[in-house]
């Protein structure tokens, strides 16, 4: 069983489309095991984002997420990562395939909704610097032992 992290990104909490986005999480069985909002101070952005930093477009990136509170969010379940980046879809929301989320709620690369862990060791880092070991619930639903 994997945990991973996500992010409900500032157009998202704009948009009003939290819950949406939840829904889809939830409909493909993983679990919710953290949910929190949270604003993402400039250092914050500079620490999840470092491999970006030289990038031309880091600025936008710097504005986009600092303008508005996010959700993070702690998600489990068979293969977590892998899932959760698939009904993620492609960064570019213009390539992302109808049915993702990026696919069907963004339009445009600089409102791309979510971010999802990419690898266990990226999703082991990601989730002490959202949740720092704490807010995160382990609890047993009934059909958890079929899934
Ligand atoms: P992800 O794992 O699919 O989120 O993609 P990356 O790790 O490559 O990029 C991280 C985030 O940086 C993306 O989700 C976007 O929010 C942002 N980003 C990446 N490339 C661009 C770009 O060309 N322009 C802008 N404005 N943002 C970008």
Redesign the pocket.
């Known amino acids: 069983m994997e945990t991973t992290l996500i992010l409900l ?1 500032p157009d998202t909490v704009e948009r009003g489309l939290i819950g949406q986005v939840l829904t889809r999480l939830e409909q493909k069985w993983l679990k919710i095991n953290g949910l929190k909002m949270m604003e993402m101070t400039p250092e914050l952005v500079s620490e999840h ?1 470092d ?2 930093a030289d ?1 031309p ?1 880091f600025p ?2 710097m504005s ?2 600092t303008r508005t509170p996010i959700v993070a969010i702690a998600v489990s379940g068979a293969n977590a990562i892998a899932t959760v ?1 698939m009904l ?1 879809g ?3 929301p213009q390539e992302a395939l109808p049915g993702s989320i990026r696919g069907d709620f963004g339009l445009t ?2 409102g ?1 909704i979510i ?2 862990s ?1 690898s266990a060791e990226t999703a082991e880092v990601e989730l002490k610097r959202f949740f720092g070991g704490k807010d995160i619930y382990e609890y047993a639903r009934g059909f958890d032992d079929v899934l």
Do not use: E, P, Q, S
């Open positions: 990104k984002y491999f970006l990038k477009f936008k990136i986009y997420m980046r993620t492609a960064t570019n690369i600089d791309n971010h999802a990419d």
